[in-house]
T-cell receptor
């Protein structure tokens, strides 16, 4: 079965600083990986996804992620944090058996003024 | 506009009562999913359906039931057998396949009183 681990349940950065949210995956087959964002009391919105092809994936709101097979990682980055980026972020992997997404435990991003 | 509608947004239930959460989508997606979200635990899969009149248990199906009589609808019933039902419930849909993302509704927050 596929799984993802998100390191750090809370991350705090200053406005304008680099955002780095970590995600490592476990998969016996080439993984399909996703990052979602959730604002309070709302559903999840897709930021970006990696399926095949280019390992550097660009998403919405200036976020990007790099698939590194050798490190089994898919970390999410943004060069300069904005106050509006404060939210919870989830990494997910597509399960080959049941064709549903398996999510990490999430990372809450706080942006300090 | 296409999307997923969950209702109600907030729901209160007395102990021992069954309650049904509604999920409707007009995206013409074959696959639908129910996830439960608790603080610090990410999203956990309750049930999923890849096609009408068929559904499978996810990781935490005990105390829940679903039906999939129409492509557009995937209601979730939280039964009295679910010992700790207070949570945020998210419905999602997708085109079947490993490389496709799931689209989420805005969620229903269920509280047992």
């Amino acid at each position: 079965a596929q799984s993802v681990t998100q390191l750090g349940s809370h991350v705090s950065v200053s406005e304008g600083a680099l955002v780095l949210l970590r995600c490592n995956y476990s998969s016996s087959v080439p993984p399909y990986l996703f990052w979602y964002v959730q604002y309070p009391n709302q559903g999840l919105q897709l930021l970006l996804k990696y399926t095949t092809g280019a390992t550097l994936v660009k998403g919405i709101n200036g976020f990007e992620a790099e698939f590194k097979k050798s490190e089994t990682s898919f970390h999410l980055t943004k060069p300069s944090a904005h106050m509006s980026d404060a939210a919870e972020y989830f990494c997910a992997v597509s399960d080959t058996g049941r064709r549903a997404l398996t999510f990490g435990s999430g990372t809450r991003l706080q942006v300090q003024p | 506009d296409g999307g997923i509608t969950q209702s109600p947004k907030y729901l209160f239930r007395k102990e021992g009562q069954n309650v049904t959460l509604s999920c409707e989508q007009n995206l013409n997606h074959d696959a639908m999913y129910w996830y439960r979200q608790d603080p610090g635990q990410g999203l956990r899969l309750i049930y999923y359906s890849q096609i009408v009149n068929d559904f499978q248990k996810g990781d935490i199906a005990e105390g829940y039931s679903v039906s999939r009589e129409k492509k557009e609808s995937f209601p979730l019933t939280v039964t009295s057998a679910q010992k700790n039902p207070t949570a945020f419930y998210l419905c999602a849909s997708s085109i079947p396949g490993r490389n496709t993302e799931a689209f989420f509704g805005q969620g229903t927050r269920l509280t047992v009183v």
